[in-house]
């Protein structure tokens, strides 16, 4: 139960003082006397023993359990109930009570004689009020950030399965060329690189060169035409917005008109017409697009993006996987070779053993030539499937990094319950004090930094959240504490560690830096990610103290 709401409870609950001085609400109704005879008794709360009801506060401890002083300070370890009337009751130990000092948790002055203490309740109260409704101000637009920082966590959310889908299908199509490339290289070290060449000579790939190099030469003359456009361009814009009308040089003014005619120009004069004839143009340019889209033929896009693209292409690796496609055996022997894809697996070792040996002999006496070093031939290959497999392995780092972030974003150990501790991942806040700069960037790294230049020093690495005892995990307690630890050693000392003493604000601000221990500091933080909603009980109390 909150302390302020006992202000709601009805002044005369809290005035009342029918059960004897000390007495707590909570025990009040087992402090009433029972009748036995003539005389008034009470029970002990123990229930040890019954004494007569006028031992109740009379300064002597009759109670094994001492509740029978609840005012005075006859009984140890017991507990004095201030009313504080106007304000909130308090405790304070019994030993306190009736020593001739006026405890301030006792605003009313009941824990001395009448007329010791003064009752400040009433101002104690308001200042009390004040600052409670101060505090829930704050928590409201403090509140209303943080839910914007909840909903950033729930985009990322969406955005991060987005990206992983994604990943996946990158992941299978990069495997796939990596299955690919790798029966490329399983083929190519099979075929000598005499008789790569000899397939060189096909029509097929003569023809195919003579293509490549066409459009080396259309891509270069194209690129020149491209130049000598753009610099006509620039020559007529200059022209058109720089020659006087007036002069009506009819040469000029032709010029003019033709260029803004094929570029799609409105009159230099007639701006008024310009988005009209920009959007009837890019309309007009959009269909003609389309109708060469379903041509089929190349847009200027493809041609100025894509055309590189192509003439990279490994044609050796293209005419390699055409073999392969057509069934073009790969030497004069091959057909030993593929013999082997006929047999059953039992005799395939002792097929290939003898197919070695028969092969060796025709080499020995010249009816067959030893096949020539082809790694050379590979190299390329080889170099290609390196990079695919590589990227492959970035892909895949990607994929692992984006499940642990998305892991992450909903853990109580990293970005809270709600994700609303995502938003401020690498958020840098900094203070100067003194001759240096200290900077926390949140989830990554505290440092301190000389203000007239000099070495940075490490004061730490994110390490986590409040890990005192008792403190529970995903608690607000558990939030308004970070640590970083990890730091630059300090000289003849230990490593630098910082510790992040967080509570709710409107801002994300490092308000100071202490240094209790020998580098080891404390940050007093603010920020909106702790300023969680009001209760429905808070709210309804806030909103009376509004009215």
Not at 131 to 153: C, D, M, N, P
Request: proline share 5%; charged share 30%.
């Amino acid at each position: 139960m909150h302390p302020w709401l006992l202000l709601l409870l009805p002044l005369h609950a809290l005035a009342s003082n029918d059960w004897p001085r000390g007495v707590s609400p909570e025990l009040a109704a087992r402090y009433v006397p029972a009748r036995k005879g003539s005389s008034q008794v009470w029970q002990c709360l123990d229930g040890s023993q019954t004494i007569d009801w006028s031992a109740v506060n009379d300064d002597f401890c009759d109670c094994p359990d001492g509740s029978d002083e609840p005012g005075t300070s006859a009984c140890p370890n017991n507990r004095f109930y201030c009313v504080n009337e106007g304000h909130i009751g308090s405790f304070i130990p019994s030993s306190r009570v009736n020593d001739g000092l006026c405890e301030p948790e006792c605003c009313d002055g009941s824990d001395e004689a009448p007329g010791v203490c003064p009752n400040v309740c009433k101002e104690v109260g308001e200042a009390y009020r004040e600052r409670v409704k101060a505090e829930q101000k704050l928590r409201k637009t403090g509140s209303k950030i943080r839910s914007t920082y909840i909903a950033f966590a729930q985009k990322e959310k969406k955005r991060l399965e987005q990206e992983l889908a994604q990943t996946e299908q990158e992941i299978a199509v990069r495997e796939k060329e990596v299955a690919r490339l790798k029966d490329l290289v399983e083929h190519t070290e099979s075929l000598s690189a005499a008789a790569l060449e000899v397939r060189k000579q096909s029509p097929l790939y003569q023809s195919l060169m003579t293509h490549v190099t066409a459009l080396k030469s259309l891509q270069r003359e194209y690129k020149k035409h491209l130049e000598r456009e753009q610099a006509l361009g620039d020559i007529l814009d200059n022209l058109r917005t720089g020659y006087n009308p007036n002069y009506q040089d009819m040469a000029v003014l032709e010029a003019v008109r033709g260029w803004e005619h094929l570029a799609g120009l409105p009159h230099i004069n007639d701006v008024a017409k310009d988005d009209e004839s920009a959007e009837e143009g890019s309309d007009e340019d959009t269909e003609e697009e389309e109708e060469e889209a379903d041509d089929g033929l190349w847009s200027e896009v493809q041609l100025e993006h894509q055309l590189d693209e192509l003439l990279r292409t490994d044609y050796d690796a293209l005419l390699i996987e055409h073999d392969k496609h057509v069934g073009t055996p790969a030497s004069p022997t091959s057909i030993l070779y593929n013999l082997s894809a006929y047999l059953p697996d039992a005799l395939v070792p002792q097929f290939e053993a003898l197919r070695d040996q028969f092969v060796s002999w025709l080499e020995t006496i010249g009816l067959a030539k030893a096949s020539p070093d082809t790694s050379a031939d590979t190299s390329r290959l080889q170099k290609t499937l390196s990079d695919a497999e590589h990227s492959l392995g970035l892909t895949r780092k990607e994929k692992e990094d984006k499940e642990k972030e998305l892991q992450r974003l909903f853990d109580p150990e990293w970005y809270g319950a709600e994700g609303e501790w995502k938003k401020l991942h690498g958020t840098c806040l900094d203070k100067e004090v003194g001759d240096y700069i200290y900077e926390v960037c949140l989830f990554d790294e505290a440092r301190q930094k000389p203000v007239r230049g000099g070495s940075t020093f490490s004061l730490g690495h994110f390490e986590g959240w409040n890990n005192a005892a008792g403190v529970e995990k995903g608690s607000p307690e558990f939030y308004r504490r970070q640590r970083y630890s990890r730091g630059a050693k300090c000289w003849n000392g230990p490593q630098r560690s910082v510790t992040l003493d967080m509570s709710c604000g409107t801002e994300n601000a490092l308000l100071s830096v202490a240094e209790p221990e020998k580098c080891e500091y404390e940050f007093k933080i603010t920020s909106p990610a702790l300023c969680l909603p009001l209760s429905a009980a808070e709210e309804k109390g806030y909103r009376k103290e509004e009215l």
